[in-house]
């Protein structure tokens, strides 16, 4: 049982042993962060190439990193330019590169599909890193290494995902991770941020900070992503705060005392989270981070380092 | 996935378990006599049986010399020439938690067979800090080298045809220890 596929779009379409072994990967390719001398052979003379339309730090800054480790060679492709919108031109860019033949394009697009599109279109693999709202598999799977390394398993774990669900790729690939891993997963937050049907992959919904975060192992805080907000979804970001912001009062009074904390960022300090439980022991996010890096690697090198027999 | 792997049926014993036992034996006191005793050697085994067969070589010195020497665990598939080729590369990760600097380390491995596993490992140690020297301890050279390397401590010396495989079995993964040579099944 090996790692077979030439992309990777979404934590949709992996069943759970491929989450495993993408897991187990980064796990093992941890240990290269703590060496003085942070590079392994592995992807000498693989070309990497970051697509990135939409503004990211960790992301994209975790990608490079994971790919100048492995020694592949990493192009930073920003289409900054507004006036690129989705269709031919963006299919355009993507042959441009295709032409430069990379061994694997990194694409972020505020488009659901972005990511898709190139793998029908380019001979290289594509990895996904965040497709408007619909996956960012990376994310996800960075998020389960972490729980695992702070929880030990994965079986009946329960996870509260709090805050602008409607908006968030964050959470729907967590959703399919989580799922398929065997955990419980509520999803919290005003009605007007809950996407229609949620229930259908198989989480609860709850209306109430207070009694989404009771009992839970993690609760994982969404960003409250202003930039995609038309007008009216919520009152004002003061009442957000009140109701959704997570505070140290709150977490004492209704969380269990080993709950993790973890927020995919960057963080809006005093809306979502309040700076005491960011910096605070219950959180994890800074762990996140070092996670992605690791994960990133495990991603590049199976996609990269198996040339030959993908499909 | 990858071509049907070839069945293979044991051909000869090589070495059972008191003659596996005694080739380790010979091994430890060979280390401690060219080393002039364990001060400064550091054994890193190479996964799976490299690892397991370091262990025993130093509760072998432990046992001579009294010295508790440091163990680690290397995974070369970072550094395989053939990455790529295979099929998916599988990670089970490098563990080696002291410092190589100045130290002696005792490479160990089961097989010795063309040589492509040690030269990795050799570029794998030396990205991890700048030894002493690095010696090659193997339980069984089989011959066949397609590089410049041979080992320091060699268990066995087996002459083998290139069609022919080695088996290491050992008693924490198959619960025995024995050495036998196997050959492919006429189809």
Redesign the interface.
């Known amino acids: 049982m090996?790692?077979?596929r030439k992309h990777l779009l979404t934590m949709r379409e992996l069943d759970a042993s491929e989450i495993v072994l993408l897991i187990?990967?980064a796990?093992?390719?941890q240990?290269i962060a703590t060496?003085?001398?942070k590079?392994?052979?592995?992807l000498r003379g693989k070309t990497i190439v970051n697509l990135f339309y939409e503004p990211s730090t960790r992301t994209r800054t975790s990608f490079e990193i994971a790919g100048k480790w492995?020694s592949a060679d990493v192009i930073n492709f920003s289409a900054g330019g507004s006036s690129t919108t989705k269709g031919e031109s963006f299919i355009d860019t993507a042959k441009t590169i295709a032409a430069m033949s990379p061994d694997v394009v990194i694409v972020r697009h505020s488009s659901a599909g972005a990511a898709e599109l190139l793998a029908r279109t380019l001979p290289c693999s594509i990895v996904n890193a965040g497709d408007g709202a619909h996956e960012h598999p990376t994310q996800a799977l960075l998020d389960l290494l972490t729980i695992r390394e702070k929880k030990a398993h994965f079986d009946g774990l329960h996870v509260a995902i709090v805050g602008d669900v409607a908006h968030s790729r964050v959470a729907r690939s967590d959703i399919h991770g989580m799922r398929k891993l065997g955990m419980t997963v509520t999803v919290a937050g005003p009605p007007t941020l809950i996407p229609p049907f949620v229930q259908e992959l198989g989480v609860k919904v709850s209306y109430r900070l207070e009694d989404a975060i009771r009992d839970v192992d993690v609760i994982m805080m969404l960003r409250l992503q202003h930039e995609r907000m038309t007008n009216g979804l919520i009152p004002s970001l003061r009442e957000y705060s009140r109701y959704w912001g997570l505070t140290l009062e709150k977490l004492a009074s209704h969380a269990r005392p080993d709950v993790l904390i973890m927020h995919p960022g960057p963080v809006n300090r005093g809306i979502e989270l309040s700076p005491e439980v960011a910096d605070g022991p219950y959180s994890v996010i800074l762990d996140q981070v070092t996670k992605g890096v690791a994960v990133r690697m495990?991603v590049l090198?199976?996609l990269?380092?198996?040339?030959?027999?993908a499909p | 996935?990858?071509s049907p792997v070839p069945r293979f049926r044991e051909k000869a014993q090589v070495l059972d378990d008191a003659a596996l036992d005694r080739a380790l034996t010979r091994i430890a006191h060979e280390i401690l006599e060219k080393n002039g005793g364990a001060s400064e050697v550091a054994f890193v085994g190479l996964r799976t049986r490299g690892v397991t067969l370091a262990h025993r070589l130093a509760a072998k010195i432990a046992q001579i010399d009294g010295a508790a020497l440091p163990v680690g665990t290397l995974?070369i598939?970072?550094?395989r020439d053939d990455?790529?080729?295979r099929?998916?590369?599988?990670?089970?990760?490098?563990?080696i938690p002291f410092s190589i600097k100045n130290k002696t380390v005792i490479l160990v491995d089961d097989v010795l067979f063309t040589g492509r596993t040690v030269r990795a490992a050799l570029?794998?140690i030396i990205?991890?800090?700048r030894p002493k020297a690095i010696q090659l301890a193997i339980l069984i050279d089989r011959g066949h080298r397609e590089l410049p390397i041979r080992p320091d401590y060699v268990g066995k010396n087996l002459p083998t045809s290139r069609r022919e495989s080695v088996a290491v079995r050992l008693r924490e993964h198959d619960g025995e220890d024995r050495v036998v040579i196997e050959e492919p099944e006429e189809a």
């Open positions: 090996g790692w077979t187990d990967t796990a093992s390719l240990e060496r003085e001398i590079k392994v052979p592995a492995l495990g090198l199976l990269a380092g198996s040339k030959g027999e | 996935m990858a995974d598939t970072l550094y990455l790529g080729l099929g998916a590369p599988l990670i089970r990760g490098t563990d570029d794998a990205d991890l800090g």
